[in-house]
């Protein structure tokens, strides 16, 4: 099962050719922009105004009725803010949804619907893509957002608990751990049959699903805040040098995999066992609050072995060679030589001891004198758990303010890359990735250009002295109605008013007409005031005549 799950995510691998006729691996799914895109579209956005744009989409779908990104309206329109080189896609709150949309085909001659039932699941990630910088990654741990995250963006599944899992490196668990990894919306699968320009009606598997703009992120009050240019983002594996980290990163070599010789330790390796101890307690198997947090870790270290090399007859050959003869591993020796690798962290620090020129420690009070050497496939899931592992070290430790998720500087430019799950002919789960969508952004919640309009009709003079105050209701109780009924209803507001004679709880009501318009009046007089100093009435007020709407009729 393990064998299988690493070869799902090794790209030495290599799928069936498509063209394989009768092979089960010969429809491969290919995501592709719809069949009604233009020329430059990727994954589509559909803007709808009113609150069943499900439905609406839905039935645009099947009638034919849905367009490209940038054959819609609003694409060219809605280019409003400081920065107009793309569109502003408004929020929920303006009473604005976005739906995307992209084509799931056969990679065969022809290119048929890819059948909806072999779609394991499907979805959507938004992506942050600076003019000049990196593209980022929206990354959460332990169900908790960390924000926009910089780094190498794999084409493997964004949900690393589900990948980690299927490797092996992560134990399965009831109920499934807090999601890690990338924020996913999902997508879903809907068939519909549409004629081409020959004429020929053919089938077509659209995946399909809403584009949420929210969400927030909290960031550690010690640290801090991010910079409005974007820079101000962690990337965990520098705390490593390579190939345990990102620091000093190039491409691999076999050298970079022999992390000690004769006991004495890189100091990659100096620097990850600091981090495994001193931080994570990775040896600590009876540490219940890190035991779910560390079991990947634990895992991986309890497949690593030490090695000695020892010269031996190997098969028919004349003269001896080197044969590594392994050893304990290396989670069994973290365990007994916890105490004495703090010692040794200790000692260095007071630099009384070099790290990359000392011998670790046994554990028994000796120092070591074999070899540690690693694969690059060992090296890169160990930056990966180990980046995993310090993202919910920070998660479980933040009681930071929360940071909304998009906001609206120079370098705040998102795409939606879309992508689906599917089985292959060996089991094994895969992702492709389809086409990103064009360059959109997002408006604030406050922009004066993304609102809409909304109407309140203000009620006519003689709805103040039709009926009764039943609109609003306050409950009080005898305690607060015996001070509020000695309220005199005058300017001074003296308390000779008639009193809670009766001693008993009451209630005030006050009519919505009046509430309504006493609403109004002291919104225009608080506007009216700050003019004084802001000079914004010609911004904020609008008075226009107009004719009178069927609402207004009679009144």
């Given at each position: 099962m393990l064998t299988s799950a690493l070869l799902a995510e090794k790209p030495l691998r290599a799928l069936q050719p498509a063209g394989t006729a009768g092979a089960k691996g010969a429809h491969q799914?290919?995501?592709?922009?719809?069949?009604?895109?233009?020329?430059?579209?990727?994954?589509?956005?559909?803007?709808?105004?009113?609150?069943?744009?499900?439905?609406?989409?839905?039935?645009?779908?099947?009638?034919?009725?849905?367009?490209?990104?940038?054959?819609?309206?609003?694409?060219?329109?809605?280019?409003?803010?400081?920065?107009?080189?793309?569109?502003?896609?408004?929020?929920?709150?303006?009473?604005?949804?976005?739906?995307?949309?992209?084509?799931?085909?056969?990679?065969?001659?022809?290119?048929?619907?890819?059948?909806?039932?072999?779609?394991?699941?499907?979805?959507?990630?938004?992506?942050?893509?600076?003019?000049?910088?990196?593209?980022?990654?929206?990354m959460i741990a332990d169900g908790q957002p960390l924000g926009w995250r910089d780094g190498e963006i794999p084409d493997h599944d964004p949900d690393e608990v589900r990948r980690l899992t299927a490797r092996g490196l992560l134990p399965p668990r009831f109920p499934e751990p807090p999601y890690s990894g990338e924020e996913v919306a999902p997508l879903h699968a809907l068939l519909v049959r549409r004629r081409d320009a020959r004429g020929l009606e053919r089938n077509h598997t659209l995946l399909w699903g809403y584009l949420p703009l929210g969400g927030s992120a909290r960031e550690s009050a010690s640290a801090p805040l991010p910079q409005a240019n974007g820079t101000e983002v962690p990337d965990f594996g520098l705390e490593h040098a390579w190939p345990l980290g990102s620091r000093d990163a190039?491409?691999?070599?076999?050298?970079?995999?022999?992390?000690?010789?004769?006991?004495?330790?890189?100091?990659?390796?100096?620097?990850?066992?600091q981090t495994l101890v001193a931080q994570f307690r990775v040896e600590d198997a009876a540490d219940n609050a890190n035991e779910a947090d560390n079991a990947g870790l634990r895992t991986l270290l309890g497949q690593l072995r030490f090695h000695t090399l020892e010269w031996r007859i190997v098969d028919d050959n004349v003269l001896p060679q080197p044969v590594p003869v392994h050893g304990e591993t290396v989670l069994a020796w973290l365990e007994r030589s916890a105490p004495a690798l703090v010692e040794l962290f200790a000692r260095i620090v007071r630099r009384e001891a070099v790290a990359g020129t000392v011998a670790l420690p046994d554990g028994t009070g000796g120092s070591r004198a074999d070899r540690l050497f690693i694969s690059e496939q060992q090296a890169a899931d160990l930056r990966s758990l180990v980046a995993l592992r310090t993202g919910r070290a920070q998660v479980r430790f933040d009681d930071g303010l929360p940071l909304p998720r998009y906001t609206q500087t120079d370098g705040d430019r998102f795409v939606a890359v879309p992508f689906v799950r599917w089985e292959d002919d060996c089991g094994c789960e895969r992702v492709t990735w389809g086409p990103a969508s064009r360059v959109f952004r997002v408006a604030s919640p406050l922009d004066p250009d993304a609102q809409r309009p909304t109407t309140v009709v203000l009620p006519s003079l003689d709805d103040f002295k039709r009926g009764a105050a039943r609109g609003v209701a306050m409950l009080a109780p005898k305690s607060l109605a015996d001070v509020l009924r000695k309220i005199a209803p005058g300017i001074d507001m003296k308390g000779d008013g008639p009193g809670n004679r009766c001693g008993a709880c009451w209630s005030f009501s006050f009519s919505l007409p009046a509430i309504t318009l006493c609403a109004m009046l002291m919104l225009m007089v608080v506007i009216n005031m700050l003019n004084l100093f802001l000079g914004w009435l010609p911004w904020v007020f609008l008075a226009l005549p107009r004719l009178c709407l069927k609402a207004l009729k009679g009144k």
């Open positions: 799914p290919r995501v592709v922009a719809p069949y009604f895109a233009g020329d430059g579209d990727g994954l589509t956005l559909h803007r709808y105004f009113d609150e069943d744009f499900v439905a609406r989409f839905l039935n645009d779908a099947q009638v034919g009725r849905l367009t490209g990104t940038a054959a819609q309206p609003w694409y060219r329109d809605d280019r409003f803010g400081r920065y107009r080189n793309e569109p502003a896609l408004r929020l929920p709150m303006h009473r604005s949804f976005y739906l995307v949309c992209c084509e799931v085909q056969c990679a065969v001659p022809g290119t048929p619907a890819f059948d909806p039932k072999k779609v394991r699941s499907a979805g959507l990630v938004v992506r942050r893509v600076p003019a000049d910088g990196t593209p980022q990654r929206w190039k491409a691999w070599s076999d050298a970079d995999g022999l992390l000690m010789t004769n006991g004495v330790a890189t100091v990659g390796l100096i620097e990850l066992l």
